[in-house]
């Protein structure tokens, strides 16, 4: 496996059917290995040891919204670098561009098809890493 | 382990999306707990927190229903997601109108997601070998509301034959007899669709298939959809299969398989005949009763739904008929709809307070006509029965005497009435003139004048008045003001040049606006040109110079003369 290839994903969202659906989406039809967080305090301490390749982040949560989560973990040296895409139930196509301003690589819209979800997945993060 | 059974991705994804749509009354009913406290609206500062509290939840769920498959419930929590965010932008007072629209918003949410837990409930195995022999086809648009409701008339041992939307012609019975054809309001020109499905049943196995309305709300417009459908019945929400199927078994009587059935009460043969005609084109079964006396007879042995009644006939006035109809014990719900003598006799009724949509004034506009009887069916048979009656038996006998005392002339297909009989002095073939005119000594005067030169005059006040005196007695010539109350000459040009029996006449237009007593050549050009008069005189007018335009304007006849 090279140092490109997308192989851990860690999923954030305070909604359990969600994680469970994307994990489902992300283990069964990626192949990728899954760790799931119900909130950003959580994702912030497992994602040091955990070591995603991408950190898929809901955005609206209690307690830490998305961009306060990417916030804290850019403010991290052990996660200053892992690119993180925004799952978001957007309004306004204005919402999308802002989250992608902060610093994501890419934002993935809600509700999302379980079957191609890590398709796209996969697809903002070959882009991101081709650049 | 959830999955231990499960055989592949969707069968996991199938399950995940069951467990969810299980859930969802419950999600919904959270919302709708936390949207009580934004009843009746308030002060921003106070209601902020609900209001944000509502729209995280409406956003988590229209981020996830659609994940699982409930396109439907993402799509409706996202408008009532819209509303709430719009009014926490605004920072402005919450009013209660606007508690009012969250408050339906959540409601239509919640019957979505009964309708997906209903789908989500595991269903009762039935037997595979025991295909059902009888069907129903349903036109209704893709949704998860659709989908369950499909699900529990199949349940209910019916198979049923989705169409999603009036392109999809695919409609065979496939084997199984079909029942009926179930059309849901919200699918465009879907009256159109199943009418042609059932003639097409119809024509293929000689079945008479009942037409089912099934609409989310019972209002008037859907009532009317459903008689444009030819629906036997109409279904309101809650749209439950048990409701459905009720209907479809109780729609087996013979009786409720008829069309809608109207009885025409018109002496005028020619009229009669146009009624019946679009009545029967439109799928109705129609009967013309010529002769007043005959229609308690006919009523005994044709169950009709509406009756269409002229107010103008020649041997028994329409309300005294209207009258011993809604008397008698067995007809009191059935709808009488009346034709008036024109749209004068109409204006009389609203003086005194009778609402003039219960009559179609003459001369009568076929699609206008069918159209009104399309409302009085839908009130007969889906909404209020007998209310009608209810709305205009007290007010027959007012009616009566409105009618005796304004009585008007009868059309020109009818025996002419003495009022048009031309002035002593005039010969019975002399040409015709009408005057319209707001000013009633212009009209005498002028009156006189035409009758001195051998013209026959006659009178309107109105253009409405004006319209209908020259539909009945098609003058030679029409002279008009333009400024005139109750229908102006605007009005007047436009419904001569609509009406194919009085398109032709020539008109001549009499107005007050003058530049300094000269022609005005913009307003020539205005009745001339855009309303299609052939002449235009300033008054103050010179009677001669009237005359001597209106010689001119006369066509010639056959024999050479004017």
């Not at chain 2, 009256?191 to 119809?202: I, Q, S, Y």
């Not at chain 2, 110079?545 to 010639?556: F, K, M, N, T």
Request: with cysteine; aromatic share 6%; hydrophobic share 45%.
């Amino acid at each position: 496996m090279t140092d490109t290839a997308l192989c851990r994903v860690l999923h954030v969202d305070d909604e359990s059917d969600i994680r469970e659906v994307a994990r489902l989406a992300l283990e069964d039809v990626g192949g990728f290995t899954v760790e799931s967080c119900a909130s950003g305090a959580q994702a912030l301490e497992k994602a040091p040891s955990f070591g995603p390749d991408v950190i898929l982040l809901d955005v609206m949560m209690p307690g830490m919204s998305g961009p306060e989560v990417l916030d804290a973990l850019r403010g991290r040296p052990e996660t200053a670098d892992i690119p993180v895409i925004f799952m978001t139930a957007k309004v306004q196509a204005q919402e999308v561009e802002a989250l992608t301003k902060l610093g994501a690589i890419g934002v993935i819209e809600k509700p999302f098809d379980p079957m191609t979800m890590s398709g796209q997945v996969a697809e903002i993060w070959d882009r991101h890493v081709v650049r | 382990m959830l999955f231990g059974n499960a055989r592949s991705t969707a069968d996991k994804l199938k399950a995940l999306g069951a467990a969810y749509g299980a859930a969802l009354p419950g999600k919904l009913q959270e919302l709708e707990t936390a949207a009580r406290a934004l009843s009746g609206g308030g002060a921003f500062e106070e209601l902020s927190g609900p209001l944000n509290e509502v729209r995280m939840l409406a956003h988590k769920i229209a981020g996830t229903a659609g994940t699982f498959g409930f396109q439907a419930i993402t799509d409706q929590a996202r408008e009532v997601e819209k509303s709430l965010l719009a009014a926490i932008k605004a920072e402005a007072p919450f009013t209660a109108e606007q508690a009012a629209g969250i408050e339906r918003g959540i409601a239509a949410l919640k019957a979505l997601g009964s309708a997906a837990a209903d789908t989500a409930a595991p269903a009762r195995a039935a037997p595979e070998e025991a295909m059902p022999a009888e069907s129903v086809v349903l036109l209704a648009p893709q949704g998860e509301a659709t989908d369950a409701l499909a699900g529990q008339i199949e349940r209910c041992g019916y198979r049923v034959r989705r169409i999603g939307d009036a392109a999809d012609t695919d409609t065979g019975p496939g084997g199984a007899r079909v029942r009926a054809i179930l059309v849901h309001a919200d699918v465009p020109q879907g009256h159109k669709v199943c009418r042609r499905l059932r003639e097409d049943f119809r024509r293929t196995f000689r079945a008479n298939v009942p037409i089912l309305f099934l609409s989310q709300s019972g209002d008037y417009r859907s009532r009317l959809q459903a008689v444009r459908a030819g629906a036997s019945a109409f279904i309101a929400a809650p749209l439950d299969a048990a409701t459905i199927v009720r209907s479809i078994e109780e729609l087996s009587a013979a009786t409720m398989f008829a069309p809608y059935r109207i009885v025409i009460v018109e002496d005028d043969d020619v009229l009669a005949g146009q009624c019946a005609e679009a009545f029967e084109g439109s799928g109705y079964a129609a009967r013309i009763v010529k002769d007043p006396a005959d229609l308690l007879d006919r009523l005994e042995t044709f169950e009709a739904e509406l009756i269409v009644m002229d107010l103008s006939l020649a041997v028994v006035n329409g309300v005294e008929l209207a009258k011993l109809v809604w008397q008698h014990d067995h007809y009191r719900d059935i709808a009488i709809l009346f034709l008036s003598p024109g749209p004068e006799f109409n204006a009389r009724l609203l003086q005194v307070g009778i609402a003039d949509e219960f009559f179609v004034t003459r001369p009568v506009d076929i699609n206008a006509l069918r159209a009104v009887a399309a409302r009085y069916l839908a009130d007969a048979r889906f909404g209020r029965r007998g209310a009608n009656r209810a709305d205009l038996f007290p007010h027959l006998d007012r009616i009566a005497e409105l009618k005796t005392t304004g009585d008007t002339p009868r059309r020109r297909s009818d025996a002419r009435p003495p009022a048009s009989t031309p002035p002593e002095g005039v010969p019975d073939d002399a040409p015709k003139v009408l005057v319209v005119d707001d000013d009633r000594h212009l009209v005498d005067a002028i009156a006189i004048k035409l009758s001195e030169h051998g013209l026959e005059p006659l009178k309107a006040f109105t253009g409405e008045q004006g319209f209908r005196v020259a539909w009945e007695e098609s003058p030679d010539v029409i002279i008009t003001d333009y400024d005139m109350p109750g229908g102006s000459g605007d009005y007047l040009l436009g419904r001569l040049k609509d009406a194919e029996e009085t398109r032709d006449i020539p008109v001549m237009v009499l107005t007050a606006h003058t530049l300094d007593g000269q022609k005005d050549y913009a307003l020539e050009r205005e009745f001339i040109g855009r309303l299609g008069a052939v002449s235009y005189l300033a008054k103050p007018i010179s009677l001669d110079a009237l005359v001597a335009e209106i010689d001119r304007l006369r066509p010639v006849r056959s024999d050479g003369n004017r």
